[in-house]
C-alpha cells in the first residue's frame, strides 16, 4: 500500500482535521491487538469519508466489510439525527472489539453492526440508500455492486475501497485473482452509463460512483 509519497501524506494529515479521541484509540488498539491493522482506513481516508457523508446528510448508509469498525464511525459522523448505518462483516472474531467502540461512540442507536454474508444480507436491506461503502474481499465487488444499485437513490454515492491495489492494478506482471477482480470490476464500473465516476488516488485507491 506505499505506493504514494509518505512526507505528502504526512503533509495532507497535518493539514486536515484531527480524528475525534475515540477514532485514535481504535486506530492504537487495532494497531496494538488485531491481524493486518493497514485494513483500517485511518485518518486521511477517515476524514475523506466523513466530509462526504457531512456533505450528503444521509438517512440511509449501507457499508460491506466492518473490519475493526473506523471508517462505519467516519460515516456515521455525517448521519441525519434519525438516520442509520448498516454495516456487515462475516469476522466473528472482530465482533466484541469492534462492538465496544460502537457502544462508546455517539451514534451507539444509529449503527445497526450485523455479522452475516453480505451477498444474502443485502437482500434484507430496503432503499432507498444514500450511501454506500464497499471494503470487502475484492474478488466479490462487481457482486456487491450488482445487489445494491437499484436500491440506490438518485444522487447517492458509491464509495469503493483498494481499487488501485497497492499499485499492483498498473502492474502488467501482477496477475493473482484479487488483482484481477478488481481491474474488472473498474472497467466495469467506467463502463456503466448509471454512475458518473472518479477514481482518486486517495490511500490506496477510493472509487466514487454517483448514481445518475
Known sequence: MDFIDEAIEEYSRQFSDKPSDLLQSLDRETHARILQPRMLSGHLQGRYLSMLAKLISPQLIVEIGTYTGYSALCLAEGLQPHGRLITIDINEELESFTRSFFECSDYAKQIDYRIADAQQELANIDGPIDLVFIDADKRNYAKYFDLIISKMRPGGLILVDNVLWSGKIVDPKATDKSTNALR????????????????LPLRDGLYMLRVI
Request: glycine share 0%; hydrophobic share 30%.
Open 184 to 199: 474488472d470490476f473498474n472497467q466495469k464500473c467506467l463502463d456503466d452509463t448509471r454512475v458518473e465516476k472518479m477514481l
